[in-house]
């Protein structure tokens, strides 16, 4: 198994979080994980990605140029990326803030309305979890209890009661990811 990933989107939206949750996960299921973060000089509104390798062999380097798996969440971020997902691969987005939509064919492409759930659960903060819980659906590389231990090492302890939200949001990205195009090869 080897799934090479890139999250991608403004700063502030969770996506460096993202994948450190997604990589500590990996490691406690003694898998071999690579977390490589990029952004700019903003901590918050510039644009940042992560690439988060994942696999049950040795990573011969954390930097490449092509994904299974892209997680676009703005449109700087499409642009960036969509032409760097591997043929067959993955490319999930959320449409807030999408102008142009996915123009490649031969890529999967699955859209997860997490803005919206994240606003109907009251909580933006947990717009990172349902695009989390999304790609977990449709790429199970690590099982949602490490997750969720992931997320509790991570997170600081008098945050620790807001686990069950941010499983029920994981669980809801599960449920709403939606496929909108299936690669034609």
């Known amino acids: 198994m080897l799934q090479e990933i890139v999250i991608s989107g ?3 939206q969770g996506v460096l ?3 450190k949750i997604l990589a500590i996960s990996g490691i406690l299921e003694e898998k071999e994980v690579s977390w490589f973060p990029a ?4 901590q918050r509104g510039g644009t940042a990605n992560v ?3 994942i696999s049950d062999k040795p990573i011969s380097s954390p930097v490449i140029n092509q994904y299974d798996v892209a997680i676009v969440l703005n449109q700087p971020s499409l642009d960036k990326f969509e032409g760097k997902v591997k043929p067959g691969g993955a490319l999930i987005y959320d449409d807030y803030g999408i102008r142009h939509k996915v123009s490649r064919k031969d890529i999967n492409v699955y859209r997860i309305k997490a803005m919206d759930e994240s606003l109907k659960m009251n909580n933006t903060k947990v717009f990172n979890m349902i695009v989390l819980g999304g790609l977990l659906k449709i790429s199970p590389m690590v099982q949602l209890e490490n997750v969720m231990k992931g997320l509790q090492k991570t997170l600081p302890e008098r945050h620790h009661k807001l686990l069950p939200m941010n499983q029920e949001a994981i669980l809801k990205g599960m449920e709403i990811i939606e496929q909108e195009q299936q690669a034609t090869l």
């Open 10 to 12: 403004f700063g502030g």
């Open 17 to 19: 979080s993202m994948g």
């Open 39 to 42: 952004y700019g000089p903003e």
């Open 51 to 53: 690439t988060v390798i």
